[in-house]
């Protein structure tokens, strides 16, 4: 016999904006349930320090602070549930979800907080030195690399925000591009090529991320010239790799509408997505932003939306009686 769980919000995601959209559903007394999801936590799991998060003035750690959100959602009234949604049907109320065990969920009411992951090179080397030197988030550890030389590499407007970023804390900063122009806005690139902490090595991708040290830590790239086939070692101590994100929204195709990087679209100043009763926060529908704080900060906004809703909702149901 197949489970299935009725509920009045279903959150499907636990990072920030998930977790902070449980927290506020459940003390507006909506009893929500969140879909932790593959990776639960988010992306904060796979990171360690964290300085900027506001209100702990000692560096906390990235799965602590997921800990304790969640935490505090379950001490507030959420239900916290280990599944991975694979399906999902928007057109009737209450929503349906199918999880992967094959539990079906009815919802009525929606948020999605499904994240995005950064997208990496790909070398064993890259993955190896990932917390040791390699990062995909300037603004989260750029800190850490306070006077030393480090990398940025990648062509868009993340790469070379990343680059201008990491001059607050670097007079050394390379830029490594594939090709021979940049795809970041004109603006971005005036102030790179204007900035005299920055220099530019065109053509060239990373061969090789190179580790040392004890313990063990990026002391180098190496680069190879993709015209010449020539490699050359470029020293650096932080390389940060700013090839795009990839929001997780592959369940949602065909059911809400995505902007043209795949990213779930919401009216300006809401988290209204395109059909009524579901939301989205965080990354899914960020991607400029992209911090814990700001996910969180959309989270909230989506409960209330969801809770305006609901109540919206129920007025409806009582007036038609
Ligand atoms: P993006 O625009 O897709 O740029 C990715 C860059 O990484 C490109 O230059 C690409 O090279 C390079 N790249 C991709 N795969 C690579 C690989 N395997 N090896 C080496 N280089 C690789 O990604 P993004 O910069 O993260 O921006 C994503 C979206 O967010 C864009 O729409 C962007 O405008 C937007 N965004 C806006 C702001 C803002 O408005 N302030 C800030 C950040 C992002 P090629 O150029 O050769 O393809």
């Not at 990087?261 to 809401?270: A, F, M, R, S």
Request: hydrophobic share 40%; glycine share 12%; net charge negative.
């Amino acid at each position: 016999m197949t489970n299935s769980i009725s509920t009045r919000l279903a959150v499907i995601g636990s990072g920030p904006a998930g977790l902070t959209a449980a927290i506020y559903a459940a003390r507006a007394g909506l009893s929500p349930i969140i879909i932790q999801g593959i990776q639960p936590g988010g992306q904060l799991t796979i990171t360690t320090d964290v300085e900027n998060y506001p209100g702990f003035r000692d560096v906390i750690q990235g799965p602590w602070l997921m800990e304790e959100m969640q935490a505090q959602a379950e001490h507030v009234g959420t239900k916290v549930i280990w599944d991975h949604i694979v399906s999902v049907d928007l057109t009737g109320r209450p929503f349906r979800l199918t999880g992967d065990g094959g539990t079906t969920y009815f919802a009525d009411a929606l948020v999605i907080a499904t994240g995005a992951q950064a997208k990496y090179l790909g070398l064993p080397s890259e993955e190896h030195l990932k917390g040791r030197g390699v990062s995909a988030c300037a603004t989260c550890d750029g800190f850490f690399y306070r006077g030393k030389k480090v990398a940025v590499i990648g062509g868009g407007n993340t790469a070379v925000e990343e680059a201008l970023y990491m001059t607050n804390h670097s007079h050394d900063v390379t830029l490594i591009h594939r090709r021979d122009s940049l795809r970041a806005e004109k603006i971005l690139q005036d102030r790179l090529f204007a900035n005299p902490a920055i220099k530019v090595v065109w053509d060239s991708e990373v061969a090789e991320f190179v580790a040392g040290g004890t313990p063990e830590a990026l002391v180098g790239l190496d680069l190879r010239n993709r015209l010449t086939g020539e490699v050359s070692r470029l020293d650096v101590e932080g390389a940060f790799v700013a090839i795009g994100h990839s929001p997780s929204t592959e369940l949602f195709k065909g059911h809400l509408e995505l902007d043209s990087d795949g990213y779930l679209k919401v009216e300006p100043g809401t988290t209204r997505t395109s059909v009524p009763g579901v939301f989205a926060c965080g990354d899914v529908m960020d991607k400029i932003y992209r911090q814990a704080v700001t996910a969180a900060g959309t989270g909230c906004m989506a409960a209330l939306d969801a809770e305006k809703y609901l109540a919206a909702q129920e007025y409806a149901a009582l007036a038609a009686e």
